[in-house]
C-alpha cells in the first residue's frame, strides 16, 4: 500500500479487490449488486467513482458485507488500519499451509477488521472468550458441559 485512498470509490475498489475467498477472484457487480439490494449499475457507479457515495442504508450494508468498521469510509486514519489488517491477513494466508479451508479466510478477515476498532478492555474480553471456546473445543467430548440447558421437570 503506497498510498491512502482518498474516494469512496477507490476505499470500496480496495475492499472489492482483496476481500473476496482464496479459491476465487474479486466479486463481479451483478454479485455485489444482489447482495446489497441494488442495480449493477449502481455497484458500477459506486466502484468507479461516478457516483460520490452511496445511500447510507446501501453503505451499512456494504460495511457489514465486507466486515469493516462504519467509519471505514469516511476516517483515513480507520482506512489505513483496515487496509493495513487486510494485507497482513493476506500475506498470513499466502504463507499458511495449502490445507486450511479457503473460505475460512474471508471469515478471518472480517473477524481481524471488526476488532480494530475496539478498546484494550473489549479486545481482552474477545480474547478471553476466543481462549475458553478453544479450551472447551480441545477438552474430550464426554468431559464437556453441556450447552444446551437442562430441560425443566414437569410438575
Not at 467513482?49 to 452511496?54: F, I, K, L, Q, Y
Not at 467509519?71 to 488500519?81: G, H
Not at 495449502?98 to 473460505?103: C, H, I, L, R, S
Amino acid at each position: 500500500m503506497t498510498e491512502t485512498p482518498a474516494t469512496f470509490g477507490e476505499k470500496l475498489a480496495f475492499l472489492i479487490e482483496t476481500m473476496h475467498p482464496a479459491s476465487r477472484g474479486p466479486y463481479d457487480d451483478d454479485e455485489l449488486a444482489r447482495a446489497w439490494g441494488v442495480s449493477r449499475q449502481y455497484v458500477w457507479q459506486l466502484r468507479t467513482g461516478r457516483r460520490a457515495e452511496p445511500r447510507h442504508t446501501v453503505a451499512m450494508k456494504i460495511v457489514r458485507f465486507f466486515g469493516v468498521p462504519e467509519d471505514y469510509f469516511v476516517n483515513d486514519d480507520t482506512t489505513v488500519a483496515v487496509m493495513r489488517q487486510i494485507q497482513d491477513v493476506l500475506r498470513a494466508r499466502d504463507t499458511a499451509r495449502a490445507d486450511t479451508d479457503p473460505g475460512d479466510d474471508v471469515e478471518l478477515r472480517r473477524l481481524a477488521l471488526r476488532i480494530v476498532g475496539l478498546s484494550a478492555q473489549e479486545r481482552e474480553v474477545v480474547s478471553t472468550v476466543v481462549e475458553e471456546l478453544r479450551s472447551y473445543d480441545e477438552q474430550p467430548r464426554r468431559h464437556r458441559a453441556r450447552r444446551k440447558p437442562p430441560r425443566p421437570e414437569r410438575g
